[in-house]
């Protein structure tokens, strides 16, 4: 999404020293400026972070922003535990209250704390089986509302970026990012 922008992109990985920033905020937008702000701070760039996770209506928006450590567990095997979870939890729920969104919400901090944010969201359902081999989480249940009756596992990567959530949020930030600049 940056190609044929004047910006180039620094990855975490490339900077130095680059600390993992706890995820404690109660939004994803407070989780995103949260990881940007610490990292715009101390390496005096302008950060981009993001949080994202799935909301799902008959849970009430869960599992939100604890869509990664939903189940409580952490690393290997927290996806298959937080899908157990989440179908556990939707079991008897009728497929037409089984509507879910994943959502984005990217921030970009310049070092001196100015600010802008951007959301996106992919909407969708959840299923009763895991089908697709690509994605990763709950990708292989979340059903897309684009008519093709596919999981975000079963789209190609060009065809998940074109419709995801983070592709949307990018959009959006684009314009920020080139105001906060100037």
Not at 9 to 25: F, K, S
Request: aromatic share 6%; charged share 25%.
């Amino acid at each position: 999404m940056f190609a044929g922008t004047r910006f180039r992109l620094v990855t975490v990985d490339e900077v130095n020293h680059a600390p993992e920033v706890v995820e404690d905020g109660d939004t994803f937008q407070a989780n995103a400026d949260k990881k940007a702000r610490t990292l715009a701070q101390l390496n005096g760039m302008i950060t981009i972070a993001d949080d994202s996770g799935i909301e799902i209506d008959a849970l009430d928006g869960r599992p939100g922003v604890y869509s990664a450590r939903y189940a409580g567990v952490d690393g290997d095997g927290a996806d298959a535990a937080n899908n157990a979870k989440m179908l556990e939890e939707l079991s008897g729920v009728a497929d037409a209250q089984r509507t879910a969104r994943y959502r984005c919400s990217l921030a970009v901090v310049r070092p001196d704390g100015e600010a802008r944010y951007a959301d996106g969201t992919c909407e969708g359902h959840i299923g009763h089986e895991a089908r697709g081999n690509g994605g990763f989480g709950y990708d292989p249940y979340f059903l897309v509302s684009d008519g093709t009756g596919r999981t975000m596992a079963e789209l190609s990567a060009d065809e998940k970026h074109a419709i995801s959530h983070r592709g949307a949020a990018l959009a959006g930030l684009l314009p920020l990012l080139g105001a906060l600049v100037d």
